[in-house]
């Protein structure tokens, strides 16, 4: 299912929200800030909220 | 372009498009889509009498759209196949009661209202791309207000006006009033040069072009006023010089300078101001027509070519070849080959150049009759298969083959197989070798470079047809940046193995990159979204047990990114030097005991398999 | 794999001074004996060039190496071209490795050549390590289709798709547009010559 998820850039450090769907055909993605593709999904943000 | 036409050995497939793909070089299979013309190419003789009673108008797309041609219609006079076709957007429809008409008079009875696209499968060894370019539209600089005052035209509109076969008949003549232009103004480099609209790169043929239609104008008129606005005029061909010359004598006014903006006066005229930086002073010239002469574009529709043929581009969007200087005609996809200004603008003369060099190296492969493919392809042991077909998931060339229920263990198919290696770094036995590409071959190297002062080095895994070409292409460029990084050349960065990457960090390295294609240039179709996966299940394994994520880093270079590669390079020097001698000497402590817990893993499973197997009752 | 090494040769490429102006090639050359297998260490002025590529024949045969690293610039460069010298004196030639020592070290740590060095040595130890562990392997045939596809009617297409039919092959050529001509048709002369386009 295609949702928001917080999404951490591995080079910048930059926190963002992206959309994500671990099943569906992956699109290449770039940190927003500093371009650099080591960007990692962290978690939904639906989960998070539930978590917090 | 008759001559292409009635070839006995070419067969015309015109208003069609290859829809798919497959095979390899020496084989392909291709899928090709004839749309419908709704006219017989092979009854019409071209008589024209359907034009004639079609009563649906739309603008020549021949002509540029300054005339109209009827729903029915030939492209233009010369066209191959001279053969008409039927606008179905624009015809009133073919219900009789609606129109009909052509059909009426049709005496060939070659109009077919029923006629459907029809899908052939074609079998060729070799594809030629020469899929062209578009011309640029000057609409967007809202400075020379094209569209906005109809007497500012493009260098395409001036053709079909000076042109015999034009809707004009060759008379030249403004949009506005239809009067002939005496005062004619060309403003060079639109589209190109400026990095404002994106494209820095010069279009080559402008200046030339431009040159042409002064002498044009002038051997027509030759009251007719030509000034030339420009940056340089590259006037670098064999005759150009001569050409450029002669329009100079003729007496067409050269000034250097770029017009900042064009107005519009009483009548239709145009006011024009530029710098000219020859006299250094601001000018203002009045003229009865503008021409911008526009550059070129890469082409915007054939992504679906590029990605069906696995083809990459530069930045700017033209077709990468080979090697710029010993390659230039081949695709790094094996068996295709670029002609024309697909790779690059240019000239009439270039293209047939490039074509003759394209056609010579598929003739190459053609004469030769046979193809030999590396030997990099991948080997299934099926002692250790346990048919459990995640291979086969994610095989991007649908080359292997198993069966979970029936345990009916992984093969392949080699003519299929790429040698993409994902299989290999994705089967969870350790059965699948990829030739030439060993577990054993890669961990070498990674110890190798991690022998001595490891804490000082980058690991870096690069593909070989992007991210490890980027590094080529730094290199051919002198790009300097920091020494730090050693690479370790794979095929696809689908080949890398959570393991490499862990045996990297146990080996003491502070930083390890991943890089590969950008999802657009994979060059094994869409091995390289298995990286993506495994990097995500790194990272998170990495923090898990307490190491910073943040020093395995993933970045997509293409062949074309010298810059970006060297960047990347400087950006995991600094990475480096922020991971210290502590963080090195707890990760190499970390991943020692995580080996040492999964080699007791594996084996007790081995032993275990071992008794199975003798548990086993004969018989 | 077997507790004894291959015999392996190492052969370093100054290109010029292309990379023997930044790297120290003589002292990569000497580092390279004194690897695990190595039994020849050779410096060239231009490997790939023919006396270059002797010198690697000479040595398969005298010193019976049976792994060769050519350590000059990219497998993507010249790869082909060392694969075919080993193999012409009988050496399978999936049993060569290159270190590239000038685009990806030479030509882009030229303001630091120690730095460059000693990447090199790296990169040389890397490709032997690699070597050692290579194996022969028999490439795959395949027969080609003895036809062509032109996909693109324009000048380009057209010039293509002619040459490959007076050379006897088939053709197909595809054509978006209900007509082949491309954006050449639409002009009304060409330079330099100022003649018809059609």
Not at chain 2, 432 to 454: C, G, N, P, Y
Not at chain 3, 114 to 119: G, W
Not at chain 3, 148 to 159: M, R
């Amino acid at each position: 299912m295609v949702e928001p998820w917080n999404w951490k850039c591995m080079r910048c450090g930059h926190d963002y929200v992206e959309e994500y769907d671990p099943k569906a055909a992956m699109t290449e993605r770039s940190c927003p800030e500093c371009r650099s593709n080591s960007v990692r999904p962290i978690e939904s943000v639906a989960k998070a909220k539930a978590k917090s | 372009m008759m001559d292409a036409g009635r070839h006995p050995n070419i067969k015309l497939l015109t208003y069609s498009e290859v829809a798919d793909v497959s095979g390899y070089v020496g084989n392909f299979k291709v899928t090709v889509r004839q749309k419908a013309r709704y006219v017989d190419a092979t009854l019409c003789n071209a008589c024209g009498e359907c034009e004639k009673v079609c009563p649906a108008t739309h603008p020549d797309e021949f002509q540029m759209g300054l005339s109209t041609r009827r729903a029915v219609y030939l492209p233009f006079p010369q066209a191959v196949p001279s053969a008409y076709l039927l606008d179905m957007e624009t015809c009133l429809g073919t219900n009789p009661i609606a129109c009909g008409k052509c059909a009426e008079v049709c005496e060939k009875q070659a109009i077919d209202y029923d006629d459907q696209d029809e899908l052939t499968v074609i079998e060729v060894g070799a594809i030629v791309v020469a899929t062209g370019m578009d011309v640029y539209d000057p609409t967007a600089l809202d400075e020379y207000g094209y569209t906005r005052y109809e007497n500012v035209i493009t260098s395409m509109e001036f053709e079909r006006l000076i042109c015999a076969g034009g809707p004009t008949i060759g008379h030249l003549i403004r949009p506005s009033d239809q009067k002939t232009p005496m005062r004619i103004g060309f403003i060079q480099c639109v589209g190109s040069r400026s990095l404002r609209d994106g494209a820095g790169y010069c279009s080559n043929i402008c200046c030339m072009n431009t040159v042409k239609d002064t002498l044009l104008i002038r051997d027509h008129y030759p009251a007719a006023e030509c000034s030339v606005f420009y940056i340089d005029i590259r006037a670098f061909g064999k005759g150009f010089e001569d050409l450029y010359d002669k329009s100079r004598e003729a007496g067409v006014k050269y000034i250097r300078g770029i017009p900042g903006e064009i107005s519009e006066i009483d009548g239709g005229n145009l006011r024009l101001i530029v710098e000219n930086t020859t006299e250094q002073r601001m000018e203002t010239h009045e003229f009865d027509m503008i021409v911008l002469s526009v550059g070129v574009r890469p082409r915007s529709d054939d992504a679906s070519i590029r990605r069906l043929l696995t083809l990459s581009t530069t930045a700017e969007g033209w077709l990468m070849e080979s090697h710029p200087k010993l390659k230039p005609v081949d695709a790094p996809t094996k068996g295709v080959y670029i002609a024309g200004c697909t790779e690059s603008p240019k000239d009439v003369k270039d293209s047939v150049t490039q074509a003759g060099a394209a056609a010579a190296r598929v003739g190459a492969l053609l004469n030769a009759g046979k193809v030999t493919v590396e030997s990099i392809t991948c080997h299934i042991d099926q002692e250790i298969c346990n048919a459990c077909g995640l291979c086969v998931d994610i095989c991007p060339y649908g080359a292997l083959s198993a069966d979970k229920k029936a345990k009916i263990k992984a093969s392949v198919v080699d003519a299929a197989c790429a040698g993409c290696g994902t299989c290999g770094a994705t089967c969870p036995q350790g059965a699948i070798t990829m030739r030439h590409f060993t577990d054993a071959q890669i961990i070498a190297q990674v110890d190798a470079l991690l022998a001595e002062k490891s804490e000082e080095k980058v690991i870096v895994f690069a593909c070989n047809w992007c991210s490890y070409a980027g590094g080529d292409t730094a290199g051919i460029s002198r790009m300097q940046y920091a020494a730090s990084c050693r690479l370790i050349r794979t095929m696809c960065s689908g080949r890398i193995d959570e393991d490499f990457v862990l045996r990297a960090f146990r080996e003491g390295a502070p930083v390890v990159l991943v890089s590969g294609c950008h999802f657009a240039d994979c060059h094994y179709i869409d091995a390289n979204r298995q990286t993506v996966k495994r990097l995500y299940r790194l990272w998170k394994y990495l923090e898990k047990r307490d190491i910073r994520p943040e020093r395995l880093q993933l970045e997509w270079i293409s062949a074309a990114e010298g810059p970006k590669f060297q960047k990347t390079m400087n950006q995991m020097e600094e990475l480096r030097q922020t991971v210290t001698a502590e963080e090195i000497a707890h990760t190499v402590e970390v991943l020692a005991k995580e080996e040492e817990k999964k080699r007791a893993r594996r084996a007790k499973q081995a032993q275990q398999r071992q008794s199975a197997e003798t548990e086993v009752p004969a018989g | 794999m077997t507790t004894e090494l291959p015999r392996i040769g190492v052969f370093i490429c100054d290109c010029g001074s292309n990379i023997a102006g930044a790297v120290d090639t003589q002292a990569v050359t000497d580092y390279a004996a004194t690897l695990p297998g190595v039994v020849a260490s050779i410096r060239n002025k231009y490997t790939c060039a023919e006396p270059g590529q002797q010198e690697i024949k000479n040595a398969i045969v005298a010193q019976k190496l049976e792994r060769v690293v050519v350590a000059s610039c990219s497998p993507r460069m010249h790869e082909p071209t060392f694969r075919g010298c080993v193999w012409d004196v009988g050496m399978n030639p999936y049993l060569m490795e290159m270190a590239n020592l000038r685009e990806h070290c030479s030509w882009v740590h030229g303001d630091n050549p120690k730095a460059a060095t000693a990447k090199a040595k790296d990169l040389v130890a890397s490709a032997v390590a690699r070597v050692a562990r290579l194996q022969p392997q028999d490439e795959m045939s395949f027969p080609v289709t003895k036809a062509a596809l032109v996909i693109g009617g324009g000048i380009a297409g057209i010039q293509a798709a002619m040459d490959l039919a007076d050379q006897g092959h088939k053709v197909y050529l595809v054509e978006k547009e209900p007509s082949i001509g491309g954006i050449m048709a639409q002009l009304d002369k060409t330079y330099p010559t100022m003649d018809c386009s059609i």
